[in-house]
């Protein structure tokens, strides 16, 4: 059988490294084909280069037997190949359907758009209101566009580059049924995914990349999650801390927090919690139902009457964000490019955004800038040539490691995270996941938002839900198990008690 898409010594060169080194590889039709690697292994950039949105510097690339030579994802997405990207490639000041409506290869109007938008979030469990507007959406409704449009140009190679990463299990599960499904009719897959279990339940191969060359080629149906991990980063990841210690006072409080919401997002409802020093609170929940406007009116992005929130027994509800992080409270949010840190910047100057010591009488510390973003590198183990790269051109992993290394370092008192590891090889996530934990051994009070269920019992000692706004109590995790949690992110859960 010709293969569908075939790849021949390709190679790709930035400043400093070298992306990718001449990888070869084939995938057949109806195969699905996971490429597992650490963060800045060069995977996103193999997919932007067969998506025709990066050109190789050497190498050669056909497609169904025939050369393929693209200057463009149009032209991928005429000759049959779409890709759902990590940094979703989508206009905030647009709506959903405007949105897919300009990734289509066929003509099609806004309101033929709205109606396929609607009947394929129905038949594959990914639900997005066709005429909200972007900005307004969580990450995981963006993702949800994501999908639909790939799947509405009726691909025959479909590149997912960590489509699961802020979905819900529900939505995965019929995602990957979705998958099956169009593998069997000979749709080829490209699956980028850290997440070990679903490569093991989705790929028929799997391709493993270290720094840029392909170093493995495995069935993961008969290799464990260890073993995988073992070969993505040539070793064994780090051990999780265990926790230690006792909470202690009350630090950071919520009385009654209201937050309107909009037609398109959602708004708090009488939301009422307390966090102590030295302990973590995790808060799952679909994306969606409140939890971006919870920590925007936490970190301050959003004021709010001042009794609504506390901290230190001081009402701030009314104080901005620059504010509380003076009074010892930072946010890590779940953006990271164009909300965490500006794209065309160098991580130097993007430690400017939230660094306060960096910056004396209107003028700028440079100097002292620099090493602290030397220290954050170094720590946290941040693939980059050095510290004057520009933010978006890491990989999201990087980033991701960078942006969390920024706070975690400046020792805050109080932290606030959104999806700490989204997009994280498995390694990375240890590393950011101990570093949560080392801090709150320091005291720190942190609360945690996540959709990854396992992260949040895997770090917190209490766990909370939100569901179209409102928060469960935060349980003790001993007291928890996930298929409850689970249960709780449809808004059963017992109502009597406060959150506290």
């Not at 084909?33 to 050109?55: D, F, H, P, Q």
């Not at 400046?410 to 606030?416: E, K, T």
């Amino acid at each position: 059988m010709t293969p569908r898409l075939s790849l021949r010594g390709i190679t790709k060169r930035y400043p400093g490294i070298t992306a990718n080194d001449r990888i070869s590889l084939d995938a057949m039709p109806g195969e699905v084909l996971a490429v597992l690697g650490e963060n800045g292994a060069g995977k996103s950039t193999l997919m932007r280069i067969i998506y025709g949105a990066t050109r190789p510097d050497e190498g050669e690339i056909e497609f169904d037997g025939m050369p393929f030579d693209v200057d463009s994802p149009a032209q991928a997405r005429a000759r049959g190949v779409a890709m759902v990207h990590q940094h979703f490639a989508l206009f905030d000041t647009l709506t959903a359907a405007e949105n897919v409506l300009l990734g289509q290869t066929k003509p099609m109007t806004v309101a033929e758009v709205s109606r396929e938008i609607e009947r394929l979030g129905r038949q594959y469990g990914l639900e997005v209101d066709p005429s909200a507007v972007v900005m307004e959406l969580s990450m995981g409704e963006r993702q949800r566009i994501e999908i639909i449009r790939a799947l509405m140009t009726n691909p025959k190679l479909l590149i997912l580059d960590e489509p699961t990463s802020v979905l819900t299990p529900q939505a995965v599960a019929k995602l990957f049924k979705t998958l099956h499904q169009l593998a069997a009719e000979g749709v080829t897959i490209l699956f980028i995914s850290h997440k070990l279990d679903e490569i093991r339940e989705l790929a028929d191969r799997c391709a493993v990349l270290r720094a840029g060359r392909i170093v493995a080629s495995v069935n993961p149906k008969k290799e464990t999650e260890a073993s995988l991990a073992r070969l993505m980063i040539g070793g064994d990841p780090p051990a999780i801390r265990e926790a230690g210690g006792e909470a202690g006072d009350v630090v950071l409080e919520f009385h009654g927090l209201t937050t309107p919401g909009t037609e398109k997002v959602c708004g708090t409802e009488s939301i009422s919690l307390q966090v102590r020093a030295g302990e973590i609170v995790g808060i799952a929940g679909i994306s969606g139902n409140g939890q971006a406007r919870f920590m925007a009116a936490a970190s301050g992005e959003y004021l709010t009457e001042p009794d609504m929130v506390r901290l230190f027994g001081h009402p701030i509800g009314n104080l901005d964000t620059k504010a509380r992080r003076i009074s010892g409270l930072r946010y890590v949010p779940e953006q990271r490019l164009g909300h965490a840190a500006v794209p065309e910047l160098s991580l130097v100057a993007n430690t400017y955004l939230t660094g306060d010591s960096f910056t004396k009488g209107g003028f700028i510390l440079q100097q002292r800038a620099r090493e602290f973003a030397k220290e954050v590198i170094n720590r946290f183990h941040v693939k980059t040539p050095n510290e004057d790269k520009a933010a978006g051109g890491l990989s999201g992993g990087n980033l991701q490691k960078f942006i969390m290394g920024r706070e975690i370092l400046q020792r805050p008192r109080v932290l606030l995270v959104n999806q700490p590891t989204w997009g994280v090889d498995v390694g990375a996530a240890a590393v950011i996941r101990n570093a949560l934990m080392r801090l709150r051994e320091e005291g720190a009070a942190i609360v945690v938002v996540s959709e990854e269920i396992d992260e949040l019992f895997e770090i917190s000692d209490r766990i909370a839900v939100m569901h179209r706004g409102r928060l469960s109590p935060a349980v003790p995790k001993r007291e928890l198990t996930i298929e409850e949690v689970g249960r709780w992110m449809a808004g059963l859960w017992p109502q009597e008690g406060v959150a506290s």
